[in-house]
């Protein structure tokens, strides 16, 4: 008896830990789900805030990279999206510097967001400054992606 109860046990807590995987991946695409029907009628505020909600929810995944790298990637990406299209051309560099993953097309569209911010700043040195690291972006998008064709 007492080795029945052990085994239920063990079955209880090993089910325990893949019934938590799929809940969070099931909440994850719920999210980005939310965040891409915003995106998709222009609402880039709210598919941005919903896709840096998801980011940093997926914090803690880390820890193990090929189950959450790429799913954070993912909505870093969307993330990123929205605040160029939002125009928020700032905003998204800095966010991008803070992050350290290797991301091609994420340096593609910080690249093309400092060039925007180069062509619409008055100040010529800011200006000069934002296309010196919209360069720089393209050329490590190229490094990462050598077949990356809008780069």
Request: proline content about 3%; overall charge neutral.
């Amino acid at each position: 008896m007492k080795r029945i109860v052990g085994y239920s046990v063990v079955v209880v807590l090993l089910s325990a830990i893949p019934a938590a995987m799929c809940l969070a991946y099931g909440l994850y695409e719920r999210e980005m789900a939310r965040a891409g029907e915003a995106f998709a009628v222009f609402d880039f505020d709210v598919a941005a805030t919903t896709a840096e909600s998801v980011d940093r929810s997926l914090g803690y995944a880390d820890i193990v990279p090929w189950f959450g790298g790429a799913l954070r990637a993912d909505a870093q990406r969307r993330a990123a999206e929205a605040r160029y299209w939002q125009g928020a051309y700032s905003a998204l560099a800095a966010a991008a510097e803070r992050q350290t993953r290797e991301d091609p097309q994420l340096r593609f569209m910080v690249a093309n967001a400092n060039f925007r911010k180069a062509t619409s700043d008055p100040d010529r040195r800011a200006a000069l400054e934002a296309l010196d690291a919209a360069i720089l972006g393209y050329k490590q998008t190229l490094e990462g992606a050598p077949d990356h064709l809008r780069a």
